[in-house]
């Protein structure tokens, strides 16, 4: 069965260090990845995507994740974390003609001073 | 441009009652999906529309139903409403077998 988990719900980091979002997915074919950030009263705006090719994908606002196949992981990365970043992060996984999706719970971020 | 385009933004229902929810899609865009978020989850996938037909379907019951009409906006309807579709509604439109979807930003369902 096609799923995607989050291991962290919340995760606290500073302004100016370093932020890792983990994401573990399980789906029987070629995985098509998603990030996508959600903000207090907006929609889902998407971080970066990966389909095949370089396994390390780069997104808007700084934002780059790694896809590892033997680990079936696509974390997100960022060497150093604005207060602007907080925000509720969610790791998607798409069918191969994009007609369904499935998102994991997702993580909260807050950035401390 | 407008972007995606949700109403009502909050909506108060009871139990046991109906509720539409409307969609308008990206300029140029012909696909239009239907999530429910509830709190503190992610956003799980009900239905996909294209064509004004339902394309795929996410496991969730008959009670949720819905209509995409020949300008591409979409409607979302539950019947029968429970205090478990307390959630925040949201509608994504792409194109055809893109990629690429465009949330709105919901409507917040409340079942008292």
């Known amino acids: 069965a096609q799923s995607v988990t989050q291991p962290d719900i919340h995760i606290t980091v500073s302004e100016g260090a370093s932020l890792e979002l983990r994401c573990n997915y399980s789906?029987?074919?070629?995985?098509?990845l998603f990030w996508y950030v959600q903000s207090p009263g907006q929609g889902l705006q998407l971080l970066l995507k990966?389909?095949?090719?370089?396994?390390l994908v780069q997104g808007i606002k700084g934002f780059e994740a790694e896809f590892k196949r033997s680990q079936s992981s696509f974390n997100l990365r960022k060497p150093s974390v604005h207060w602007s970043d907080a925000a509720e992060y969610f790791c998607a996984v798409g069918s191969y003609n994009f007609n369904k999706f499935y998102f994991g719970s997702g993580t909260k971020l807050n950035v401390k001073p | 441009d407008a972007g995606v385009t949700q109403s009502p933004t909050h909506l108060i229902k009871t139990r046991g009652q109906q509720v539409t929810l409307r969609c308008s899609p990206k300029?140029?865009?012909?696909?239009v999906s239907w999530y429910q978020q509830a709190l503190g989850q992610g956003p799980q996938f009900i239905f996909q529309y294209y064509e004004e037909e339902e394309r795929q379907r996410g496991n969730f019951p008959d009670r949720f139903s819905g209509h995409q009409f020949p300008n591409y906006s979409s409607e979302l309807n539950v019947n029968a409403l429970l205090l478990g579709d307390s959630a925040l509604y949201l509608c994504a439109s792409s194109l055809q077998d893109s990629d690429t979807q465009y949330f709105g930003p919901g409507t917040r369902l409340t079942v008292l």
């Open positions: 300029s140029g865009h012909d696909t």
């Open positions: 789906y029987g074919a070629t995985p098509y």
């Open positions: 990966y389909f095949s090719g370089d396994t």
